[in-house]
């Protein structure tokens, strides 16, 4: 069976209707997708319990591209066919990319397209075209881990991202088969994850030192709504530059002449990387790197001197916080909060520097690494109308759940009590005869189970609809109650666009105590209603059966059944309307048993009867065709 | 009648309750709806109405409504794991028919 997630007090989804929103940062060097699963903003994790996804793609002719970490591990020795750092080409021209094309391992095909192209044996692709692999990965994830399709994504980008470069990222959304709810700001998003939204109004500043790009926001929150006064920053500063900053320091101390060999660079790298992070927690950490052939090197590598080496790249943080305030026209004693984004910012000095510079501790409790993604997925809950008692302005609730009848008198819940409006739920029904062409609706409201105990609000009918074979026709079933509590309720049948629709004002006339009478009542008659419901969902079966059988009986009785077996079909038809008409439920599920029984030879007769008239006066070879 | 929680069920609720910060329990209940009659209702609770059962299992409160307490009597809520899903399942004594998607079912 399914399986659920808790929800928010009366926000429970109905079947089928859960609507699945997830927040994705897309970034430089990494991606991540996060959604909000019972009732908490999480990053989602890839089968190896792994979170982040390095935006890293591959191509390789005549294979389907490889994205993520195994494309990582393949970029040193296929780097004119894998695709690192993909965002900062995105929304670029071919004038744009000339400059940066030196600095590029990547061929771009000539062509006259303003769009440039990569090539790679695969193929030609443009920067769209590989970030919608990245994006098709973070789905692929996404509806495999929340267990259905996504609904809308809320992607963030930089802060500084123009409108050619949103257009680009949305349309790289479109390619992977993603809606697109929102685009975000990055540092807003941060900011939302800390819920800063739901503070007081002030100015904010976002620091986010990633792997290879450093950007700083500063926000103001005007009314619910972060507005962005400047960005700053570095699009060449990150935790890379600090991984350098030590691997020159071995360079340095090991005396090691000749690094031009690759293989050595990422040796240096990775134990340089792994310095640092350890010195996060640590003050002291020992450097092991096989330097030359087999020859390794230990050497002790303490906190101080890690920051003495990474004091320049301190610096350059520092400064653009200073112009990105100043842009603003802020001194930093106008600044309520400094949030900090950016697996980078982990590094104690720099925790140190930021909180020295504004003169207060910045917001560190949310990974930094996931910061980002958290705070898009719970923009993507409140768009896709899961949480509706988050930001939207009215709140107001349904007092007594609002339905429809069904077949047999009963009532089936469109919307349930105590969901916030504005609020639109819909449901689909289906005929119950042959060649039915209108449906009755009367619309109720009230918790029982029975319409005979339930509130009538209103009755109309959809005509029109073509004639169909019982249950083919889909007619969707509209409750829409718009903030002013007013209840229009539309059936449509799905095929032809047929609608009818009518509106009504469901509170009207109720006061509290009858509504509160309506509750307790169906708590009172809940083992009678059970009860009722049963019966009559088996007679409604009953019905439907006694319905067909006589159909088919009338067509085909005379031809395909002796006297006998037509008296004992007959017999127990009888004995299903004897116990339709009285109130035992397992009577009647037993008779309507007995009628399957009785009538299964004739049912498959009428099956084979059915095929040799279709496949009679055709010749062997048409009926292969078939 | 009862309500019970298996450990892992129980590890989780109690583990979502911190997260979030607030809440009393957990409130099961159905309603009609679905395409095989009932739907079940698995929600954080913040209030207790004052028709409301209350069960506790593993220290954890488990709120049901008299109304839906006749469909759930002897209910055990699991949590379980297939493939990179997780979630919540109800093993549900007083179920005869599920639609193919097991959101649900009839009694």
């Not at chain 1, 790249?313 to 950016?342: I, K, Y």
């Not at chain 1, 009478?517 to 009678?528: F, N």
């Not at chain 2, 899903?85 to 005869?96: A, D, I, S």
């Amino acid at each position: 069976m399914a399986l659920l997630q808790l929800s928010e007090p009366g926000q429970t989804p109905m079947p089928h209707q859960r609507r699945l929103a997830a927040g994705i940062d897309l970034g430089t060097t990494n991606s991540l997708i996060a959604a909000v699963r019972n009732g908490i903003a999480e990053t989602l994790p890839d089968e190896s319990g792994r979170h982040l996804l390095p935006s890293v793609v591959q191509y390789r002719g005549g294979h389907s591209p490889i994205v993520g970490y195994s494309a990582k591990e393949r970029s040193a020795r296929d780097p004119a066919n894998t695709i690192v750092s993909v965002k900062r080409l995105m929304g670029r021209g071919v004038n744009d990319i000339v400059k940066l094309a030196n600095q590029l391992p990547y061929q771009f095909q000539d062509s006259e397209s303003p769009v440039p192209r990569i090539v790679t044996e695969a193929g030609a692709y443009s920067a769209i075209e590989v970030s919608a692999e990245i994006l098709k990965a973070l789905k692929a994830r996404g509806e495999e881990t929340l267990g259905g399709s996504l609904e809308g994504v809320v992607i963030t980008v930089p802060a500084y991202f123009d409108d050619g470069q949103r257009q680009a990222t949305k349309d790289a959304a479109k390619v992977a088969g993603l809606n697109v709810l929102r685009l975000l700001n990055e540092p807003t998003a941060a900011a939302i994850a800390f819920g800063l939204d739901r503070q007081a109004e002030g100015n904010y500043v976002v620091f986010d030192l990633g792997g290879g790009t450093f950007d700083v926001s500063v926000l103001r929150l005007n009314r619910g709504v972060f507005e962005v006064l400047a960005t700053g920053g570095d699009s060449s500063l990150g935790g890379d530059d600090m991984d350098h900053a030590i691997a020159d320091w071995i360079i340095e101390t090991s005396g090691t002449k000749d690094v031009s060999d690759r293989t050595l660079q990422r040796r240096l790298l990775n134990s340089a990387c792994a310095a640092k992070e350890s010195l996060t927690d640590q003050a002291t950490t020992l450097v092991e790197v096989e330097i030359g052939s087999g020859r390794i090197w230990r050497e002790p590598l303490t906190r101080a001197v890690f920051n003495e080496r990474i004091e320049p790249l301190v610096q350059r943080t520092l400064t653009a916080c200073r112009r990105a305030l100043r842009d603003a026209s802020l001194e930093t004693a106008d600044v309520r909060e400094v949030v900090m984004v950016g697996g980078a910012t982990r590094v104690p000095r720099i925790r140190e520097a930021v909180h020295d510079y504004f003169g207060r501790v910045p917001l560190t409790d949310i990974d930094p690494e996931k910061v980002v993604a958290i705070g898009a997925a719970l923009q993507a809950d409140i768009l896709i109308g899961n949480k509706p008692d988050s930001d939207m302005l009215l709140l107001d609730v349904i007092p007594l759940s609002l339905g429809v009848e069904t077949m047999g008198g009963l009532v089936e819940q469109i919307i349930p009590r105590n969901t916030t409006i504005p609020v639109a739920r819909a449901q689909e029904f289906t005929t119950y005869k042959d060649g039915q062409t209108a449906m009755s609706i009367h619309v109720v409201q009230g918790e029982r189970d029975l319409v005979s105990a339930s509130r009538s609000l209103a009755r109309f009918e959809l005509r029109g609809i073509p004639p169909m074979a019982a249950g083919a026709a889909r007619i969707r079933i509209t409750y829409q109650v718009d903030a002013d509590g007013l209840l229009s309720v539309t059936a449509m049948e799905t095929k032809t666009g047929t609608a009818s629709s009518i509106q009504v004002k469901p509170s009207y006339g109720l006061s509290d105590v009858e509504i509160e009478t309506m509750l307790r009542d169906s708590y009172e008659h809940a083992r009678d209603d059970a009860g009722a419901r049963a019966l009559l969902e088996q007679q409604v079966d009953a019905d439907r059966l006694v319905d067909a059988l006589g159909a088919a009986l009338a067509e085909d009785g005379a031809t395909l059944l002796s006297v006998s077996e037509r008296a004992s079909i007959d017999a127990a038809l009888q004995a299903l309307r004897t116990a339709r008409g009285g109130n035992s439920v397992d009577a009647i599920r037993n008779a309507i048993s007995e009628v399957d029984r009785a009538s299964a030879e004739f049912a498959a007769r009428r099956m084979n009867a059915g095929i040799k008239r279709a496949l009679a006066g055709k010749s062997l070879s048409e009926v292969k065709e078939l | 009648m009862s309500i019970t929680l298996t450990d892992r069920a129980a590890d989780r609720v109690k583990s979502f309750l911190t997260k979030r910060g607030k809440g009393i329990g957990v409130r099961l209940g159905v309603r009609s709806s679905g395409c095989s009659g009932l739907a079940y209702v698995l929600e954080f609770v913040d209030d207790v109405d004052s028709h409301d059962q209350i069960f506790e299992d593993h220290g954890v409160k488990i709120i049901v409504d008299p109304k839906s307490l006749v469909y759930l009597d002897g209910t055990e809520l699991d949590f379980a794991r297939e493939g990179l899903n997780e979630g919540f399942k109800f093993n549900n004594p007083n179920v005869k028919n599920m639609c193919g998607c097991g959101e649900s079912f009839t009694v």
